[in-house]
């Protein structure tokens, strides 16, 4: 075989191989997009079952912002997606009677101290009768989330401990509602039966996960 030839076999196959692993990348690139799909997918059906009548409009970019801000606080995404229900119902304009707006029933006045953290958002208009206010950039469910999870975040600078840190998120420092807790504890361990969610401990004994969460472990 002479020189030349040599050089052309070796460099056909060097360019079989590369546009093979091009096209192996690709298709691993697909295959991700697809799986991402089927997750928001699945995140957008369980807003929609608890919450038949969640616009679909308001929450398209939910399940993106829900893993993102999840991923950033080193939580389960289930865990936040437990804390949302319990929040609110999954209702993006819920009003609550102490002024909390949202889907994380965030209080305006503690919007503005993690607005550094979160960046700046439309405050809700003033009036008399909150049901029918303006509720400004809180009532946006990815607005929402990504307060939610910047405070809960800054909590956790103080309060490592989750058990902790939801109180304190709710009730405050001085933890009110200790009872808050187990509620989000409890729409965790439904949301864990979810498979099509695919919560970070979703292998767990189902004995050993009851146990490890309510301890607060």
Do not use: W
């Amino acid at each position: 075989m002479s020189v030349n030839r040599a050089i052309v076999i070796l460099t056909l196959a060097i360019t079989v191989a590369f546009g093979g692993l091009i096209l192996m990348r690709h298709v691993i690139a697909v295959a991700g997009e697809a799986d991402a799909e089927r997750l928001n997918r699945s995140i957008l059906d369980y807003v929609a079952q608890k919450n038949p009548q969640a616009p679909i409009s308001a929450f398209r970019r939910f399940p993106d912002t829900l893993l993102r801000e999840a991923q950033r606080s080193n939580l389960d995404h289930c865990l936040v997606l437990a804390q949302a229900e319990v929040e609110s119902e999954f209702k993006q304009d819920a009003v609550g009677s102490a002024g909390e707006i949202g889907l994380f029933q965030i209080k305006p006045s503690t919007a503005a101290i993690i607005e550094p953290l979160a960046g700046p958002f439309k405050r809700p208009a003033a009036g008399t009768d909150k049901r029918y206010r303006e509720l400004g950039d809180l009532g946006d469910p990815i607005v929402s989330t990504r307060f939610a999870m910047a405070y809960l975040r800054d909590i956790m600078t103080r309060k490592p401990n989750i058990r902790d840190a939801l109180t304190e998120y709710n009730g405050g420092p001085g933890g009110r509602h200790p009872h808050y807790y187990r509620m989000v504890m409890g729409a965790y361990v439904e949301v864990l039966e979810r498979q099509e969610l695919r919560c970070r401990f979703r292998e767990m004994p189902k004995q050993i996960q009851l146990l490890t969460l309510l301890s607060g472990t």
